[in-house]
């Protein structure tokens, strides 16, 4: 297998930073467009955050079997 040439991988670089432009441009205007809830526009956040706690909380304790060698999957 032969190695990136550097011109290839500064396509491949700038190909996914103009798509990842685009979808955040996206999803910024869904969002301003979005509806409302009857309980505000705060009401989605809180149950995003707790979303967000707990896969952190699970990457965090895979990083940690990860480190001390253990498996998940002991036999």
Known sequence: MHPFQPDAHL???RS???EL???AAA???ARAAG?????GPR???RRSAVRRRVGWALVETGLR???SGRSATAP
Do not use: N
């Open 11 to 13: 396509f491949v670089a």
């Open 16 to 18: 996914r930073s103009a």
């Open 21 to 23: 432009r685009r979808e």
């Open 27 to 29: 999803w910024r205007l």
């Open 35 to 39: 509806p409302r809830t009857a309980h």
């Open 43 to 45: 009401a989605r956040p």
């Open 65 to 67: 079997l990860v480190h």
